[in-house]
């Protein structure tokens, strides 16, 4: 017969056979423990099993007891069994030999989804991680279940379904697959946000400091538009401008709002995120105490959700006096000047730990240390003081000693000869620490376009015992090359344009074994090339080279190259009706980088000469006969300034610059008079001037 031990959901018992002359259940008894088999199991090991029971031959129990009801709980705790059952098969001489009976659960085979696409699938497939064998528990199905209904909810499917359906593997015993169904139903949107306990700032001006959690878009233009007439119509006769305004202005907000760049969804942690950016915006406001005391969800239908938020103000405070203690290098009255804040000012937390800390648009008190070798410099501000709305501050200043830098070094370029990232480091050893030298050098490196500009950091190694700092730049190279291949319609014809550029050239590596990988590369050089025809009628080719530190002790870049087109009709070249249009150019130019007015100044000087031979181009290029041979020489100046902060994905700054383009003024140098001469000899030293201004200004849009 059988005994039920516990109320498991599946099946969990002991058996003791047919012999109950020595089992007495209202007297349990004393036994040892005298052997312990265990049966059907096939994928786990048996002294596994006898383990997690921790029940060992030799123990003495009591039949009856709890520690052969406590060794059924703890196999059933572990999720890995359908049925257990603990049987008694023999008591003799005080031993109880015991046979565990174990119904594996089924292992996954395979799984699949329904309802959703494909690429959904492959998202969903990585984020569960199941894999074949996996022991298919509850807890597999529950967890599976959630992270699915996680990964839609952070997608703004709120009321997501899942249900996970078990069917067994035909081909092999006690496996099963997993059909996964997924009904993603609609997004939840957000109706309404009500703030709650504002008094100082609207609810749109609350509202509009969260960032990502927005009500629904809104365009109802003929909603309350008979009564809004009416209503400006009685204000303008009264002549209440202010209500009328307020009336305008109510008929806007609940009719009109656009979501064009931001959705409506509700994803938890965000809306944690953006309470707490309300509170930020009280703070920014003088509201130091403003905090939230609560929000509710309330569930309008499926597919809509309103949200209040319940607020305390608190009262705005202001800055009174602000003392400095513990400076001895600058006066108090400078450091308060970068500071920037005066008496009566607004108390903005955020605001005061910018300006001493770190301040992306303008001078801070750190930076004015830290840019002086003082890189153990720390400032702590305190309120010493409150009283009624003011507050007293304490800035305390350790400024520690001036560190100067021993150690520079480079890691992580594996391309990259160590020249030419050291050439273009402002932290160079021996010199005083400073972080303006340290984001600088960031950018510089980020420049070259060899490594990922996210990944450029440096590892300051400070030694205060020492007053000295080891600086170590990680970077990560980067593909610097670029190859163009491209089509395009012109002509009447297809044309086709390669283009091959290496940014990270050595032309000393040309003939070195083993350095075309797939070229010699690590000398910073560039050289690029370009070729672009749409058949025999027109072929154009280019190359140049770049060598941006002409001589390696100063950035003098110098640059050649060399250009050829030619156009043609078609017509060999010894037919007397061939049309065709040559050019060959040659430019040489000198770029260097400028200490004044600052040193992102760069100067430019070029000398480009440019050869055309013209045949029979009279029909096609009616300048003169169309024949003959024609020349232009130019020089060229670029006065320029690039404070880009990075290359690629700027973020500030600007890059401006003024150029100009002039030829020799041929016609001061004869008596001719050009109005009446023919355009062949007019052009054959071509005369003009170019003036070029360039500017490109950068700003964040959004943090």
């Not at 797939?518 to 370009?530: I, M, T, Y």
Request: hydrophobic share 35%; net charge neutral; aromatic share 12%.
């Amino acid at each position: 017969m059988g005994i039920l031990l516990i109320p498991f959901n599946g099946i969990a018992q002991i058996n003791i056979g047919d012999d109950l002359s020595k089992i007495n259940y209202e007297r349990p008894v004393d036994y040892i423990i005298g052997g312990i088999e265990v049966e059907g199991i096939k994928y786990l090991d048996k002294n596994v099993i006898i383990m997690l029971s921790q029940l060992e031959v030799g123990e003495r129990v009591k039949v009856p007891g709890e520690e052969i009801t406590n060794a059924i709980r703890k196999l059933w705790d572990q999720g890995l069994f359908d049925n257990i059952s603990i049987s008694i098969t023999k008591i003799d001489a005080g031993k109880v030999y015991l046979k565990f009976y174990l119904k594996e659960r089924p292992r996954l085979s395979k799984f699949s989804f329904e309802g959703i696409r494909k690429s959904e699938a492959d998202d969903i497939r990585e984020k569960i991680n199941l894999s074949r064998g996996e022991v298919v528990t509850d807890h597999l199905l529950i967890r599976t279940t959630n992270i699915i209904k996680d990964f839609y909810s952070d997608k703004g499917y709120l009321n997501a379904e899942v249900e996970i359906r078990e069917k067994p593997d035909q081909a092999q015993e006690n496996f099963e697959d997993l059909v996964i169904r997924i009904k993603k139903n609609r997004k939840v949107k957000i109706a309404y946000i009500d703030i709650v306990g504002n008094h100082e700032m609207s609810d749109e001006a609350v509202k509009a400091a969260m960032k990502e959690t927005k009500t629904k878009g809104l365009f109802n233009p003929l909603d309350s538009l008979g009564p809004l007439v009416i209503n400006l119509g009685g204000d303008a006769i009264r002549f209440k401008f202010k209500k009328f305004r307020d009336d305008f202005l109510d008929y806007w907000t609940d009719n009109y709002k656009l979501r064009i760049f931001k959705g409506s969804k509700y994803i938890e942690p965000e809306f944690e995120n953006d309470l707490e950016l309300i509170v930020a915006k009280y703070n920014k406001k003088g509201y130091r105490d403003a905090h939230i005391t609560g929000d509710s969800i309330i569930e309008i239908d499926n597919h809509t959700i309103g949200i209040k938020i319940f607020l305390v103000e608190g009262n705005k405070y202001y800055f009174r006096n602000i003392k400095w203690v513990g400076n001895t290098i600058y006066s108090s009255a400078f450091l308060s000047t970068i500071l920037g804040i005066q008496k009566g000012d607004v108390y903005n937390k955020e605001l005061l730990e910018t300006n001493l800390n770190f301040n992306m648009n303008g001078y801070d008190v750190s930076s004015l240390y830290m840019d002086n070798g003082y890189l153990f410099f720390n400032a702590t501000p305190v309120e010493v003081f409150v009283e009624n709305d003011s507050i007293d501050m304490e800035i305390r200043i350790f400024e520690g000693e001036q560190a100067r830098i021993r150690n520079v070094s480079v890691k992580g370029n594996d391309r990259t000869n160590d020249h030419v990232i050291i050439r273009e480091l402002r932290t160079r050893p021996g010199q005083l620490f400073s972080r303006s030298d340290i984001i600088r050098t960031q950018r510089e490196l980020a420049n070259l376009r060899y490594f990922n500009p996210e990944s450029i950091t440096p590892d300051v190694k400070p030694d205060p015992a020492k007053g000295t700092v080891d600086i170590e730049w990680n970077v990560e190279e980067t593909s610097a090359d670029q190859i163009e291949l491209s089509g395009g319609w012109g002509y009447g014809r297809i044309i086709g344009t390669l283009g091959l550029s290496f940014n990270n050239f050595s032309i000393k590596r040309i003939f070195k074994k083993g350095a075309w990988r797939p070229v010699p590369s690590g000398d910073g050089q560039k050289l690029a090339v370009r070729f672009q025809t749409y058949g025999k009628d027109y072929l154009s080719w280019s190359v140049s080279f770049t060598e941006p530190w002409l001589g390696g002790k100063k950035p003098n870049a110098l640059t050649v190259s060399y250009y050829h087109s030619r156009y043609t009709n078609g017509r060999p070249q010894d037919d007397p009706l061939r049309s065709a249009f040559i050019t060959n150019g040659i430019t040489i130019g000198i770029g260097k980088r400028l200490t004044w007015p600052d040193d992102f100044f760069t100067l430019y000087n070029g000398i480009n000469l440019l050869f055309y031979d013209l045949t029979n181009y009279g029909s096609i290029f009616p300048v003169g006969s169309g024949n003959g041979n024609f020349n232009n020489l130019s020089y060229e100046v670029i006065l320029g300034r690039n404070s880009v902060s990075a290359p690629i994905y700027p973020r500030n700054g600007s890059e401006i610059s003024l150029g100009l383009e002039l030829t020799p003024p041929y016609s001061l140098f004869t008596d001719k008079n050009y109005s009446d001469i023919s355009d062949d000899e007019k052009y054959k030293w071509i005369e003009y001037y170019k003036i070029k201004v360039k500017a490109y200004f950068y700003f964040e849009l959004a943090e």
